[in-house]
T-cell receptor, first 112, second 116 residues
Framework: RKEVEQDPGPFNVPEGATVAFNCTYS??????FFWYRQDCRKEPKLLMS???SGNEDGRFTAQLNRASQYISLLIRDSKLSDSATYLC?????????????FGQGTELSVKP | GAVVSQHPSRVICKSGTSVKIECRSL??????MFWYRQFPKQSLMLMAT?????????EQGVEKDKFLINHASLTLSTLTVTSAHPEDSSFYIC????????????FGQGTRLTVV
């Protein structure tokens, strides 16, 4: 079983649609959780951290369920510029300086 | 915000030669840096953890004699791909966390290696 698993993509949606990404992780000792965005041939960039209480940043909402070991990302009113690959990321042991474990990524394509 | 700089961004080399990739933390000290590899349409796979002043820790299946890592200072880690083969062609990315903020990991711009 992979340590971090995401929905297989790609997702093709029209502008304005709401998109949900799901992610599960296998290690219950996981410490921190993130969603990163990666554009083609570029390095990943942090989209948002994910907290147990849930957090929102504009059109983006992230949720964490530690009991189910499940993370989600919701994008509302999707824009063309949201087209990218979304990576679910987990850190295992904090004092190892931030070792990140990546999901395989889910590609999103927003069409006019 | 904190920045990680990686160089070169693109390199083409002949089979059998070695290539060195540098990763620098520009405004923070990083005792630990991470090296990832990404093949087309795949996610980032951790290759090794680079530790300042000590040996790197390699993930299972990664050959330490082929991928030499040196972390000689608190702001610089290097990855050397030795005796490169075409199957080593990939996108290599380094990352580090700013210990002052203890949250976001910053990535270098990546190095696209093509071995011909």
């Amino acid at each position: 079983r992979k340590e971090v698993e995401q929905d297989p993509g790609p997702f093709n949606v029209p502008e304005g649609a709401t998109v949900a990404f799901n992610c599960t992780y296998s290690n219950s000792a996981s410490q921190s959780f993130f969603w990163y965005r990666q554009d083609c041939r570029k390095e990943p960039k942090l989209l948002m951290s994910v907290y147990s209480s849930g957090n929102e940043d504009g059109r983006f909402t992230a949720q964490l369920n530690r009991a189910s070991q499940y993370i989600s990302l919701l994008i509302r009113d999707s824009k063309l510029s949201d087209s990218a690959t979304y990576l679910c990321v987990v850190t295992l042991i904090y004092n190892q300086g931030g070792k990140l474990i990546f999901g395989q990524g889910t590609e999103l394509s927003v069409k006019p | 915000g904190a920045v990680v700089s990686q160089h070169p961004s693109r390199v083409i080399c002949k089979s059998g030669t070695s290539v060195k990739i540098e990763c620098r933390s520009l405004d923070f000290q990083a005792t630990t840096m991470f090296w990832y590899r990404q093949f087309p349409k795949q996610s980032l796979m951790l290759m090794a953890t680079s530790n300042e002043g000590s040996k790197a820790t390699y993930e299972q299946g990664v050959e330490k004699d082929k991928f030499l890592i040196n972390h000689a200072s608190l702001t610089l880690s290097t990855l050397t791909v030795t005796s490169a083969h075409p199957e080593d062609s990939s996108f290599y990315i380094c990352s580090a966390r700013d210990p002052r903020t203890a949250s976001e990991a910053f990535f270098g711009q990546g190095t696209r290696l093509t071995v011909v």
